[in-house]
């Protein structure tokens, strides 16, 4: 993975927003001009929120794609999962730090077992019925939690707080930040044991070819495995970072999942920090639909550009065209 | 002589226990219900709530001496489930009534079906449009969102607060209620001076909510909604800082909402029904002793805290239960006329008085406008005259 062309990107997104944030102001009056700004910020803020929760489920997608070329469905019930077992570990009286850590370790154990139990077994299988069997779980999950927890909704206390930080006649949550920080961090955690880990390298095989690096003594299915666990916790911790915005329920994966595979789709499926800019552009996209358009356009508005995106380059923003090493 | 009577009474025993298998003659009431899937936070205390009564009712002898056997269909919140079921306790179980009908949908689509079959039928879903235009045989018990919208706007007049903001969701609830208050802002004398919608599943609507902050002459907001949404929009409305009052509709009237909305939720006004308040109702009030003897009743039973939902189920099998009562019988015809003749009925939602051209029968005094303050709610008194 190349940290250097997602941070180009970003940069260039950065420079270009400043234009258009120029532009948008001059296109009101000048003495609206202070206002308009602030909504302005405020549009970019909301994106910025919503898009840090679209980058940090994004980011969950990309190791098991790496490993095994599947999409896992189920990655949104893993948030689903951190979020309401912290929830109701909370309501047993277990202290926030613990239920959430504890929240991850069943998480990861479910990501285990899911590959164990589902993908495993049908190791030979094409990657199609892997991703229905993916779908599968998820529907699954969503029954047991539903059975487990209740059917209502749930939220967490944000770490920083609910006093918002006010820039410039907008404001923004301090969890937002902490989101969109800490799905920078994953990846650059991710990127790290892809790239200078020997596990790391083992993935990078296994995902280039399976057979050859069983021949090299690979034991594929533990790296898989492994990825799957890391998933899933990857997951778990979106879930307990994202509650304290969007609320949680036994049902709110499928959304979230669906949100974060079109961020995955237009950052450029199997790259780290693609998902991250993906969910963050998905986001902005929204939030100036609502805002400058209508918000019944919003949805329809992402993804429209993502249809865009993939006409253009159906590699994504980010990723790279594949080449068939012979 | 001994003999004969024995087997005689054998012979009685055996009748009855092919027929219901108690020794009083029983009569079916039938309920279609989405105990599960996405409405089953509605259906499922509804089912608790009938099951829980229909034992009660037959542990004290009945009605006219005849036992009731409740039978509950679970349609999993789909219409066409609902529709395969009404026909099936219509034509299978033949039963005397029904009281069910969770969401609007499915309500609707088993209208035909009894409306047919000439069969009394006592919903328990929210749209106007099922009691409006009057079908024969349709009754419900809960409130309207017309009338949430009449209540709200009667409370903003009294704040002199006429130019409002509306915020509703895309979804069916929300969609529904934006409707009803368009409607009824002329009548009231409330202008809708700006309008934003928000998805159901989404997670920060500050977008919508900088643009009514940006509108001039705006004096109050009133968001139309259900679920989590307008518990976002209250915490993002704090979060911009915007001042003029806010009002939420029923559709958030429980606990979870303050819970979910945390700070944010303080100074949101809401109508909601007497049974949130229960306990914090004055002596005086005439619904007071119903609805804490439901709560009481509910909680102590499922361990689980009231809804305003189960209260509509409980409505509707005492409307049923009265207007038996005073048929003396379970002939349909009698019993739906005698439903339609309800007057003063106290029940959680209301005092109930139908007529032939009004089958819910609550005016708007059923409403009770709420503030919340500091995690619970406070009631307004202007607003119970």
Redesign the interface.
Known sequence: MDYDSGFRLVNSLVSSSNGLAHQVGVLFDRRRAP?AM??FL??T??GL??GA?YALVAVGFTLIYNASDVVNFAQGEFVMLGGMVTVFLGYAGVPMPLAAAIAVLITTAVGLALYRLGIAPAHDASTVTMIIITIGASIFLRGVAEIIFD?????LPALFG?D?I?VGG??I?PQSVVVLASALLIVCLLCAFIDRTLYGKAVIATSANRMAATLVGINTRTIVGACFAISAAIGAVAGVL?TP???T?Y??GT?LALKGFAAVMLGGIGNAMGAVVGGVLLGLFE??A??YL???Y??AVAFVVILAVLFAMPQGLVGKTTVERV | MLKKITIAAGLIGLATSVTGGSATAQVKVGAVLSASG?A??LG?PERKTLDMYVEDINSKGGINGQKLQLVVYDDGGDANAARTFATRLVEEDKIAAMVGGTTTGTTLAMIPVFEDAQIPFISLAGAVQIIEPVHKWVFKTPHTDRMACEKVFDDLKRRKLTTVALISG?DAFGKSMRDQCLAVAPKAGITIAHE????P????M???L??IK?TPGIQAVVCAGF??GP??VT?NYR???IEYPLYQSHGVASK?FI??A???ANGVRLPAAALLLANKLPDSDRQKSVVVGYQNTFENKTGQPVSTFGGHAYDGLMILVDAAKRAGSFDSGKLRDEIERTKGYVGTGGVVTMSPSDHLGLDLSAFRLLEIKDGDWIMIPDSAS
């Open positions: 206002a602030a909504e405020q549009f803020f909301s929120t919503v929760v059917k209502r909704f749930h939220s609910s918002p006010r907008a404001s949550l994202v915005i969007t609320l329920s049902n709110v959304l939030a100036f609502a805002g209508s918000a019944s919003k949805d | 996405p089953s936070f499922d895309t934003e919608t928000y998805g599943a989404d997670s920060d500050t977008p919508q900088i643009k940006a679920g989590q518990a976002i915490r979060q911009l800082g979870q819970s979910l945390g700070a944010a």
